[in-house]
């Protein structure tokens, strides 16, 4: 019976939309008089229609925005409804939308990320009572970040057009692979998502619109149309890459990374070899490197201990410095940072045999570096 509101007779420029028990009635004028005048005489045909039915509005929960492009904001205009008045709001949620009255997605995009944060930060909270999560525990946390965020995004993808809408979703973003990838929270947002194997969060939300848009116009399968469109995200997140790494004043731990990961797709595609603490430190350069150290001011010089004047990049410690020689010998082989992609995608086997000499590095760093710091304390 309720269905058959949404085929009632209305008014020309007022129509009606629903899902379960919410509906929607707009109404469009040439002024916010015009528009409310619309709206009161598509409302009491609802109502009579209700009353015919012996239904009734549930006026306390009755809406109303008013929404237009004057700048200065609209005349508040009641809608009269029975025996209560409607006075338009600054926004509405609907099916969990935020529509705004300027149609400013700003307000959708805070509540969509505060959201994802909060959900985020509990189950982080959660699964650490649990013996601490582990990469794929991680990486389920991070999905659910990111459908939060991608909620309908075909209605306010637009939204990602402001930069102030973009640094919101990937602050979230970021956060969320940080985790996925045990990097350190000073990784860059192109750098660590890569690591963490997850696309863009803005290109997925534009991928979200482009499938949306082909099944409204063009049909064709919802499959179909999603692998192609996920393969068009791919390469516009490899021309991206690509350029911030070769843009004048990339940092040089953005040049690192794609220097050891030029490859987008392969890489996370990829069907072996979970990132872990280590290996991240080794793909981001941020990790217990002198120069690295140094350049957080952790250190008084960013040379490596074993050899003096020369620094102690990533390079350094993983493919030169002679203190790991032994390691490296043994289960580095001919891997150089030009190769490092293609050894890890080799197979699980090589996979874990780099992540030996990742980890034997990393540690012995780290505890050099903790040492220092133990010492330097008595001083
Ligand atoms: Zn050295």
Known sequence: VYDD???????????IVGFADDVVLTATGCNPRQAAEEARRAISVVQRWMEEHSLSLALEKTEMVMVSSMRLGHPRIPVRVVDRTLWSQRSLCYLGVQIEDHLSWNPHVRHITNKAATVLGALQFMLRNHGGPSSTRRRILASVATSIMRYASPVWWKATKLKCNRRLLNRVHRQAAKGVASAFRTVKYECVILVAGMPPIIGLIEEDYRCHERKRTTGGTSKDIRKEERAETFRRWQRSWDDSANR??????????????????????RKHGLVNFHMSQILTGHGFFREYLWLKKFTQTPDCTQCPGVVESVNHAFFECPGFSDVRERLLGPVTADTLQEHLLHSQDRWNQIQVVAKTITTELQTRWRRANVDSDHF
């Open 248 to 269: 004048t004043g990339a940092s040089r731990f953005v040049r690192w990374t794609h220097r050891v990961l030029p490859e987008v797709e392969p890489w996370v595609n």
């Open 5 to 15: 509101v949404l085929s009632v007779g209305l008014p020309e420029g007022t129509q």
